[in-house]
């Protein structure tokens, strides 16, 4: 599959071909929401945690004797049905993670780069450089119709690209090696170097 290599202004500068079993496979709805689900539980913290009837500082007492008060008969003050008792089967701090077959992973990636293809999501530029300001930078996505996006590259983004646009808001720069389905999905429009495809595909063939 040939498609273009464009400028940061619009201009064209080459083209290039896509390997198919990559760029150009049938998106799978299942398998890229089991990868993002995978990637999400990873980043959970886990550190939800309450306190059970052995951790309360009370006494485990029974409150006050059975007969002879008039009053409902009771055991101690820390069991779960009264206020600053224990919680009973409350969450614990745990890892939410849970594995996930490479296979899986990798097909999920393609379908996404595959999805971006077909919507036309997908734009290839030579290089990633500008002039550090990000008022250029806000121009040039202008032109491309840009306004949310994921760029991927193989470390040959320019000190001052990455700088710029860092105040581009719905925008991120992530390398090859971290290109995941969940921040392609989330933004519009995913922009990869020449160098940083040919990274892709090595990888994912």
């Excluded at 409150?63 to 614990?92: E, I, W």
């Excluded at 700088?163 to 995941?180: D, T």
Aim: charged share 30%.
């Amino acid at each position: 599959m040939k498609v273009d290599i464009i400028k940061f202004d619009g201009k064209k500068a080459g083209n290039m071909s896509l390997k198919d079993n990559v760029f150009n496979i049938e998106p799978r709805d299942d398998i890229m929401s089991r990868v993002v689900n995978w990637q999400l539980s990873k980043r959970r913290i886990g550190s939800h945690s309450v306190l059970s009837r052995s951790q309360i500082s009370l006494t485990k007492s029974k409150a006050f004797k059975q007969k002879g008060t008039g009053r409902a008969r009771r055991g101690a003050n820390s069991v779960v049905q009264f206020r600053g008792g224990g919680v009973v089967h409350g969450p614990v701090v745990r890892s939410h993670g849970h594995k996930l077959n490479k296979k899986i992973r990798k097909l999920g990636l393609k379908s996404a780069l595959s999805s971006k293809v077909k919507n036309d999501n997908l734009i290839i530029v030579d290089k990633l450089d500008c002039d550090g300001k990000t008022s250029s930078l806000k121009k040039m996505f202008v032109s491309l119709k840009i306004s949310s996006c994921c760029i991927i590259q193989n470390d040959d983004a320019s000190d001052t690209f990455v700088r710029a646009i860092k105040n581009i808001p719905n925008s991120i720069v992530i390398s090859e090696l971290g290109a995941n389905v969940y921040d392609i999905l989330k933004h519009k429009k995913l922009i990869i170097t020449e160098s940083a495809i040919k990274k892709l595909e090595e990888r994912l063939t």
